[in-house]
């Protein structure tokens, strides 16, 4: 005979019975025949069941146990226990007499074995439940990596490379988003990467700017001290410090170490659009709606130039890699160029048929490509892109101020302009809440993300990782990994 209680196995034939707990391995062998009477204890799929017991010997015995002794002697006070509240008088004088156990000390362990056993069922049924939640986790794991790699079989199909075939220079952002970030409770008016932190910064019409982990998603920081829509805001080089300006007419640096104010600088008489650090971090140069650009000193705070000659608003103003050269771009349709030392404007672009939204200058990286694609091919640079409310994007070389290329393809105004760190793929962002990736030699459209729900209004390219983020007027920032 052979049968399972739970987790007790009861097996035997007509010389002797053979009693084991599959916890613990306890083993009770007989040699002769003698019948006892066990009787449901709480198990649901038995009532009684006959058992043979030796009336001459009852050997406990532990096989390969883990139990102490005293473990050991409670076991047998607890089976002398059940043998005497169920009646076996006859096996409970052979087995106590086996064990060695007083006569009168079952009274102690009254009730232990059902409990014992009790608790090894509930214990049984949690490790039951705990294995089916632990099963749905893998179930959910499982389908995301299958998702995945159907995602990436459907790239290699279509000849999108993966990221570890591919050069840095070729990466570019790819859906779906890593994190959307949300916190803003207005839209979002600008985003910029630390230089060297896994941090970012996203400023808004609700008078804040927000810091996040890129690489975590998480939320850092928010900078209140504006009390007006923050325009924008830029680092500077080592990261310690950003700048940001508002239409509060005020710009204001934070120190990134404790995240507090360390300075205002007031100057401009109206809404402050756009700022950013110089050459070496010691000046920053803003533009405004008061058709002015200031420069400001940042160790005193003073303004210590003016740059006077837009007839309308300046939505932005961006200086070269060192500094000596100045850009900016205004409502009255122009992109102006500007020696920093002299205050002399050097340039006047008028090729766009709108507001001059954006300007962005190339790396040198991308000089090989941008002369590949230009239409004048004898074109030396420097050059700088512009995005216009005309719904195209232009590249002129500042060296002849001409315009060499126009790419076309957005449906409404264009907000933000980035170049690749590798030169190759100049990224735009639209009012036609798109993420557009341009390819330069070529002169077309490489990418398009939907990037968001609402107008996609500024974008930023990490110098260094292989990330990009997105702000828009849905009050969402959205950050995307490349490959």
Not at 71 to 80: C, D, G, P, V
Not at 201 to 219: K, L, M, N, Q, Y
Not at 255 to 276: P, Q
Request: charged share 25%.
């Amino acid at each position: 005979m052979r049968m399972w209680l739970g987790w007790t196995e009861i097996s035997g034939d007509e010389g002797g019975v053979c009693i084991k707990r599959r916890l613990g391995q306890m083993a009770m062998s007989v040699s002769q025949p003698a019948v006892a009477q066990i009787i449901n204890i709480g198990l649901p799929t038995i009532s009684s069941t006959t058992v043979v017991v030796s009336p001459s010997a009852v050997d406990v015995c532990f096989h390969n146990m883990v139990l102490s002794q005293k473990q050991r002697e409670e076991l047998n006070r607890a089976i002398a226990d059940y043998l005497f509240t169920n009646g076996y008088t006859t096996s409970l004088e052979i087995f106590t007499k086996e064990v060695d156990i007083p006569v009168d000390s079952e009274k102690k362990f009254s009730g232990l074995l059902e409990k014992k056993w009790t608790s090894v069922i509930r214990l049984q049924k949690k490790v039951t439940e705990k294995e089916l939640v632990v099963g749905e986790e893998l179930k959910t794991r499982v389908m995301e990596l299958e998702s995945k790699l159907a995602d990436q079989e459907r790239e290699y199909i279509s000849g999108a490379p993966t990221r570890e075939r591919r050069s840095p220079s070729d990466w570019i952002p790819r859906p779906p988003e890593k994190f959307m970030l949300r916190g803003h409770r207005a839209p979002v008016n600008r985003v910029t990467f630390h230089p060297i932190y896994t941090l970012l910064a996203s400023c808004s019409e609700d008078s804040t700017i927000r810091i996040w982990d890129f690489e975590t998603g998480d939320h850092e920081r928010t900078l209140k001290g504006h009390s007006d829509s923050v325009q924008d805001l830029t680092f500077d080089g080592n990261g310690k410090l950003l700048a940001s300006c508002s239409a509060d007419m005020s710009i204001k640096l934070w120190d990134m170490n404790g995240y507090e104010c360390i300075k205002t600088l007031r100057g401009h008489d109206h809404n402050v659009s756009s700022l950013a650090f110089l050459g070496g971090g010691d000046f920053i140069i803003s533009s405004s709606r008061d058709k002015t650009m200031k420069m400001w000193e940042i160790s005193t705070g003073y303004c210590v130039r003016t740059f006077i000659g837009h007839r309308e608003w300046i939505r932005m103003v961006k200086p070269n890699l060192d500094g000596s050269i100045l850009a900016s771009c205004s409502n009255d349709q122009t992109i102006r160029i500007w020696a920093t030392g002299t205050r002399e404007c050097r340039g006047e672009l008028r090729d766009h048929d709108h507001v001059v939204e954006c300007i962005a200058w190339a790396p040198e990286s991308a000089t090989v490509p941008i002369c590949e694609g230009a239409d004048n091919k004898k074109s030396s640079g420097p050059f700088l892109a512009s995005g216009s409310r005309d719904k195209t994007i232009r590249i002129w070389d500042i060296g002849t101020n001409s315009c060499v290329t126009i790419l076309v393809g957005h449906d409404n105004w264009i907000r933000g302009l980035v170049f690749h760190p590798g030169g190759k793929y100049l990224l735009s962002s639209s009012d036609d809440k798109t993420l557009r990736v341009w390819d330069l030699a070529n002169k077309r459209c490489l990418k398009v993300l939907e990037a968001h729900s609402h107008f996609c209004t500024s974008l930023d390219f990490h110098p260094t990782q292989p990330f990009v983020v997105t702000g828009s007027v849905d009050q969402t920032v959205k950050v995307w990994e490349c490959r």
